[in-house]
C-alpha cells in the first residue's frame, strides 16, 4: 500500500532570503558542495536562513547508489578537491559559526574511502574556527578500522553515522554495500576508539517499517552506545527512487520520541521535516558536549544489555 496526497506538516516555503543568497554565493565561489541542495533537504529555508549549512565533502558524485538519496550516483574515478579542507575551513570562518556540521558522499574508489581527507578538514576548520564545534557525518569506509581511527584521531566533537532504516528494509533501501550490522559496528567502534567523543544516527519512516522494528533499530542504536538520534520522515525526491509507502502521523513521530528518550539516548529529535543534520538540535548538542568538555557529570539511562540481535 502506497501513501495519498503529501499532507499538510510536509509543506514547506521555497529557499528565499538574503542568508540564502549570500551562503550560495560562497559555497559556489569555492566551488563547495551541501547536502543541503544535494539532497533537496525540505529544512534548507531554516538553515540557511539563520546561517547554517551541512556542508558536503569529496564532490557530489556517490560511488554508492542507495534508493532514497538524491545525490548523484557514479564512478568519482579517484577525482579529489586538494583545496576542498582549506576552502571549507575559511567558508565556515565567514560564517562564524558555533556548530557546524560536516558530511561526505560514499567513496569506496579511494584507497581509505576518504578518511585521511575527512580528517584533514576537520583539523582545518577546529584550527581556523576556534571554539566552533564540529560534527561529522561519515561514511562506513567499508567496516576499515583504521579510516575510522584517523576521522576520530582528527577530535570531531560528534561523530555521526546512518542506519537509515530498519533491519529488514536495509537490502531494499540502501546500496548493497551498505550493511546493517556493520553500521553498527562503525558507530559502537567510535565509541572503542575515544569514549569522549559524542556519536549520532539517523531513521527514516514512511517505507513500511512497523513500530516494533523502529524500536528494535533504536535498541540496537543504543546497544552500540549512540547518544543522539533523529527520525524523519522519507520524501521521494524522484520518481527513479523508492516510493512512499507511508506519511507518518506526528503524533506517532510523537511517540518515536518518547521511546527513544526511554532507552536512554541524550537527545531525540523526531519529526517529519527532521533531518539528521538537524539545525533545531544543535542546542542540545552543542550544551551537552560543552558540558562534557567542562568534566560536568551527564546523566542519562544505562544501554539496555544483551546481544545486538
Same mark, same amino acid.
Not at 528494509?169 to 553498527?184: E, H, I, K, N
Given at each position: ?100 556540521? +560536516?558530511?561526505?558522499? =560514499?567513496? !569506496?574508489? @579511494?584507497?581509505? #574511502? ?10 582545518? *576548520? ?94 540496537? +542504536?543504543?546497544?552500540? =552506545?549512540? !547518544?543522539? @538520534?533523529?527520525? #524523519? ?10 516510493? *512512499? ?65
Amino acid at each position: 500500500m502506497l501513501a495519498g496526497p503529501k499532507p499538510s506538516w510536509l509543506t514547506v516555503k521555497p529557499p528565499e532570503g538574503e542568508s540564502y543568497t549570500d551562503l550560495k554565493s560562497l559555497f559556489a565561489s569555492l566551488n563547495l558542495h551541501t547536502v543541503c541542495e544535494e539532497a533537496h533537504c525540505p529544512n534548507v529555508q531554516e538553515c540557511w536562513g539563520g546561517g547554517t549549512a551541512t556542508l558536503m565533502l569529496m564532490g557530489d558524485v556517490c560511488s554508492r547508489a542507495c534508493r532514497f538519496c538524491m545525490v548523484t550516483p557514479g564512478k568519482p574515478r579517484g577525482a579529489l578537491d586538494e583545496l576542498e579542507p582549506e576552502n571549507v575551513a575559511f567558508a565556515l570562518s565567514q560564517m562564524g559559526l558555533t556548530y557546524v556540521v +560536516l558530511t561526505s558522499v =560514499d567513496r !569506496d574508489d @579511494l584507497p581509505d #574511502g576518504g578518511a585521511s581527507h575527512i580528517a584533514r578538514t576537520i583539523r582545518l *576548520v577546529k584550527e581556523r574556527n576556534p571554539g566552533t564545534l564540529v560534527e561529522v557525518l561519515i561514511p562506513d569506509f567499508q567496516g576499515d578500522l583504521e579510516g575510522l581511527k584517523e576521522v576520530v584521531k582528527a577530535q570531531p566533537d560528534v561523530v555521526a553515522h546512518n542506519i537509515e532504516t530498519t533491519l529488514s528494509l536495509t537490502t531494499r533501501v540502501r546500496d548493497p554495500r551498505a550493511d546493517y550490522w556493520q553500521s553498527l559496528s562503525v558507530l559502537r567502534n567510535v565509541k572503542k576508539l575515544d569514549a569522549r567523543v559524542f556519536t549520532k544516527s539517523s531513521i527514516m519512516v514512511g517505507l513500511g517499517e512497523s513500530e516494533e522494528e523502529v524500536f528494535q533499530a533504536m535498541t540496537h +542504536l543504543r546497544r552500540a =552506545d549512540v !547518544d543522539f @538520534l533523529t527520525v #524523519g520522515q522519507y520524501l521521494r525526491p524522484s520518481l527513479r527512487h523508492l516510493k *512512499v509507502a507511508e506519511y507518518v502521523d506526528p503524533a506517532q513521530f510523537g511517540r518515536y520520541r518518547t521511546l527513544g528518550e526511554g532507552l536512554g539516548f541524550l537527545y531525540v529529535a523526531s519529526g517529519p521535516l527532521v533531518r539528521s543534520s538537524y539545525r533545531a538540535g544543535e542546542f542540545f548538542i552543542r550544551t551537552a558536549v560543552k558540558e562534557a568538555q567542562e568534566h560536568t557529570t551527564l546523566i542519562w539511562a544505562p544501554r539496555p544489555e544483551g546481544n545486538l540481535d
